[in-house]
């Protein structure tokens, strides 16, 4: 694909090989849109793992040389249109997840300017602050996607690890609505008080010594047989060995990034399932109708005033900062995020 540009920009590019790592540039340039896509002036990004992963060389797309932009998911304003591309879109507030139908001609996020295909985009309303509706894509279209599986499993409660990450307190708000049993596990006494205040009922801290055995009680209490794990390691074990016969474990994170932890009896004798969850592999993102009722879904809970996806953001940084933003995320990151800012001008000006 040979990228049509225009002026330069500033952007953090990664080089695929996984030696040259991330770089801040002030003269990439800006790309202009190909039929059926967008030009977006960039206003926010939440720093997720998957980013932190992304800066280290992981997620290489097959068959890529090029130097690519790094970042995910954002909000900004539509400044040009491709050809095909419905005209409404122009102007208009968008949130957006690059990877939703990811093209050869998309490029950034983590710039100040990205070219995506329209149909990862979400038209916000004008109300809708950029900040609030950074991350309203990734981290809600996981959760639905996990709800999809409960709904069509007919599970009527679920275990989560990572409780208080930002997508454990969304699932934990989304599960009061829909009247499924959450066990939340956590970490950190702190954690717990976090959860405890937002009405969480069960919560078992994973390195209390009688984990194994509460995490039993509860699940066999609740008939609960199905986890969702963003962990992974010594916890996956423990979740085996804690939950009832014929469960299933989802691993979708490896935040704790170790790799041990089970053994052939968690499976010869218990029957349970290990599987493994990725977004892009979801009926819930692979099916276009189930996808747009989603989004349409997520727009519909913030216009009702509703915090169950919105962002809450904790500190900023500019493109320039991106190195600090990947280093200190996780300190806070159960409080909220970290955002860059490409365009801090505007949308500090928008802010004040």
Same mark, same amino acid.
């Given at each position: 694909y040979q990228r049509r540009v225009h002026g330069i920009m500033k952007a953090v590019v990664r080089y695929w090989e996984a030696s040259k790592g991330c770089k801040f540039f002030d003269n990439a340039p800006i790309p202009i849109p190909p039929a059926e896509h967008v030009q977006i002036k960039v206003m926010a990004s939440p720093v997720n793992p998957a980013d932190e992963a992304f800066?280290? %060389? =992981?997620?290489?797309?097959? %068959?890529?040389?090029?130097?690519?932009?790094?970042?995910?998911?954002?909000?900004?304003?539509?400044? &040009?249109l491709g050809e095909g591309v419905p005209k409404e879109y122009l102007n208009k507030r968008v949130a957006f997840y690059r990877a939703l139908d990811y093209t050869d001609p998309s490029f950034g996020v983590w710039s100040q300017y990205a070219v995506l295909h329209y149909s990862t985009c979400i038209i916000l309303d004008d109300s809708m602050s950029f900040e609030e509706t950074c991350g309203i894509l990734i981290n809600p279209l996981t959760l639905l996607g996990f709800f999809e599986i409960?709904?069509?499993?007919?599970?009527?409660? $679920?275990?989560?690890?990572?409780?208080?990450?930002? &997508?454990?307190?969304? =699932? &934990?708000?989304?599960?009061?609505?829909?009247?499924?049993? $959450?066990?939340?596990?956590?970490?950190?006494?702190?954690?717990?008080?976090?959860?405890?205040?937002?009405?969480?009922?069960?919560?078992?801290?994973?390195?209390?010594?009688?984990?194994?055995?509460? $995490?039993?009680?509860?699940?066999?209490?609740?008939?609960?047989?199905?986890?969702?794990?963003?962990?992974?390691g010594d916890l996956t074990g423990k979740l085996f060995s804690g939950m009832p016969p014929k469960s299933t474990i989802y691993m979708y994170g490896d935040l704790g990034g170790s790799y041990k932890g089970l053994a052939p009896s968690h499976f010869m004798y218990s029957d349970s399932t290990l599987k493994g969850f990725v977004l892009s592999h979801a009926e819930l993102y692979t099916n276009p109708v189930k996808k747009a009722e989603a989004m349409n879904l997520i727009i519909s809970d913030i216009r009702k005033g509703n915090t169950t996806f919105k962002t809450k953001v904790i500190k900023r940084y500019t493109l320039e900062e991106?190195?600090?933003?990947?280093?200190?995320?996780?300190?806070?990151?159960?409080?909220?995020? %970290?955002?860059?800012?490409?365009?801090?001008?505007?949308?500090?000006? $928008?802010?004040?």
């Open positions: 800066c280290a %060389g =992981l997620y290489t797309p097959h %068959g890529k040389t090029e130097p690519f932009c790094c970042g995910y998911e954002g909000s900004g304003i539509v400044t &040009l409960v709904q069509k499993d007919k599970h009527k409660s $679920l275990v989560h690890t990572a409780a208080a990450s930002a &997508l454990g307190k969304s =699932l &934990l708000k989304f599960c009061q609505m829909e009247k499924v049993e $959450l066990v939340c596990i956590v970490r950190k006494e702190e954690q717990r008080k976090t959860l405890e205040a937002l009405g969480a009922k069960y919560i078992l801290d994973q390195n209390d010594p009688n984990f194994e055995k509460n $995490l039993k009680k509860v699940t066999t209490e609740i008939g609960c047989t199905i986890a969702f794990d963003a962990v992974g991106y190195a600090n933003a990947i280093k200190e995320y996780k300190s806070y990151a159960n409080e909220g995020k %970290g955002i860059i800012c490409p365009n801090p001008q505007v949308i500090f000006t $928008l802010i004040n």
